[in-house]
């Protein structure tokens, strides 16, 4: 029987709104830079400008990451699991015989701010994938049918962040 595990969507439809208006700050605040500086040139405008456009850049490109890294669409069927991953724009499909294990865990969004429970999946070739709850619906359910298809479990793996990915503990080096 097949099961699928949509995304949510109220989650990415915020951060996308974001995306958009820090997008449409930019182009507005580079066309009013340009019709400026072009008037009357001053160093002090153009290296505060310069700085503005970088953060507002950096928010833009951190929300489109973390937007893009964890929204994900998954398949289960009763011999192969199908993971939709927005940041390699592609259906990866695996047998349930290469799943190794998963473990339950929380990701951390923001140093204190909040939090939600995860799902890794290790996969015998090495690779991993994290379902986090806020951006995919019944986690339960899908712990549910890993553990229907014997699919061993690491138990709870509490977060462990790295230099620019999070580390995983069960993850193969």
């Not at 099961?3 to 997008?23: D, E, G, H, N, T």
């Not at 390699?88 to 969004?109: G, H, P, Q, R």
């Not at 994938?129 to 061993?152: G, Q």
């Amino acid at each position: 029987m097949k099961k699928i595990f949509y995304p949510k969507l109220i989650f990415p439809l915020i951060k996308l709104i974001f995306i958009l208006f820090f997008v449409s700050m930019l182009l507005f605040f580079v066309k009013n830079l340009i019709e400026n500086i072009s008037l009357k040139f001053d160093f002090w405008i153009l290296l505060g400008s310069l700085v503005f456009l970088s953060f507002v850049g950096l928010v833009i490109f951190h929300l489109t990451y973390f937007l893009s890294f964890y929204f994900k669409f998954l398949v289960i069927s009763d011999t192969e699991i199908s993971i939709f991953e927005l940041n390699k724009l592609k259906m990866t499909n695996f047998m349930l015989k290469d799943i190794e294990a998963y473990s339950k865990s929380e990701v951390y969004f923001g140093r204190n701010m909040w939090k939600s429970k995860s799902i890794v999946i290790y996969f015998k070739n090495g690779m991993k994938s994290e379902i986090v709850n806020a951006f995919v619906t019944n986690l339960t359910d899908l712990e549910k049918e890993l553990k229907k298809n014997r699919i061993k479990s690491f138990g709870f793996e509490s977060y462990q962040t790295g230099w620019f990915y999070r580390e995983y503990k069960f993850e193969k080096k």
